[in-house]
């Protein structure tokens, strides 16, 4: 099982990769960076990474149980969303993707045993990233990934 350096090498891998974190969305704070960062300044990007993050989590209409499935949570008041301290709760969505004309960023929220408020940050040139197969390697990444 990697941990957050493996992960972050592992995400650097993939096609077309220019740089990776792993951030609180909650705080705001990189608990890992490697590669390049959006704009230069890794402090800032996690910074923007998590209220990108924190926008959509909170939203309800992205909850879990949103299109009127009563099984899924989401929809009773409060909402339900990682941040919550319930203990080894789901994230509140799986992931976001972010497109411009020369790059994709992919948000892939991680759940782990605590409070759930992690996500990973990929940023992918578009020219060579394949946005398909990031999805679906850091989804893999984020269920193997140990954070203690």
Request: proline share 4%; glycine share 14%; aromatic share 4%.
């Amino acid at each position: 099982m990697p941990g957050i350096d493996d992960c972050l090498l592992e995400a650097m891998r993939l096609p077309g990769a220019r740089g990776a974190a792993l951030v609180d969305w909650t705080s705001g704070l990189a608990l890992g960076t490697v590669g390049e960062s959006p704009g230069g300044d890794q402090e800032a990007a996690a910074v923007e990474t998590a209220e990108l993050a924190r926008l959509a989590a909170e939203q309800h209409a992205f909850a879990p149980g949103a299109d009127g499935d009563t099984h899924g949570g989401g929809t009773r008041e409060g909402g339900t969303h990682g941040g919550d301290a319930h203990g080894g709760d789901d994230p509140p969505i799986e992931d976001l993707i972010i497109s411009n004309r020369d790059s994709y960023h992919l948000l892939r929220f991680v759940r782990t045993s605590f409070d759930s408020s992690v996500c990973l940050h990929l940023w992918l040139t578009r020219a060579e990233g394949n946005l398909a197969l990031a999805r679906i390697r850091l989804g893999e990444m984020a269920g193997r990934l140990v954070l203690e």
